[in-house]
Nanobody
Framework: QVQLVESGGGLVQAGGSLRLSCAASGRTFSNTAMGWFRQAPGKEREFVAAISWSGGSTNYADSVKGRFTISRDNAKNTVYLQMNTLKPEDTAVYYC????WGVGDNLPFRYNYWGQGTQVTVSS
């Protein structure tokens, strides 16, 4: 089992920045690829970014490339999502997810464990 707890969401003006954190516990974090997804009201959950277990490989949705950066600290069992130049369309609940022995896929069904989510609201 893996428990995931997100933090760092909030209200920010367009053009601002936020850093989300996801603390993991319960199994060997370093063998687990991690991803961030988001879901806006009335929309399906969509891929945002993912990172391999080593941190050597990352993957981003086109909509966030150049603005968001995913990283991880295996010593702290934590994955981060640095979000810069935020736009109103980035408003959503952001979820982190764990993919044991995975590579950092962009497909939600590849991930076995999910956090409860943290709300990000970007005002115009």
């Amino acid at each position: 089992q893996v428990q995931l707890v997100e933090s760092g969401g909030g209200l920010v003006q367009a053009g601002g920045s936020l850093r989300l954190s996801c603390a993991a516990s319960g199994r060997t974090f370093s063998n687990t690829a991690m991803g961030w997804f988001r879901q806006a009201p009335g929309k399906e959950r969509e891929f945002v970014a993912a990172i391999s277990w080593s941190g050597g490989s990352t993957n981003y949705a086109d909509s966030v490339k150049g603005r968001f950066t995913i990283s991880r600290d295996n010593a702290k069992n934590t994955v981060y999502l640095q979000m810069n130049t935020l736009k109103p369309e980035d408003t959503a609940v952001y979820y982190c997810a764990a993919e044991p022995w995975g590579v950092g896929d962009n497909l939600p069904f590849r991930y076995n464990y999910w956090g409860q989510g943290t709300q990000v609201t970007v005002s115009s």
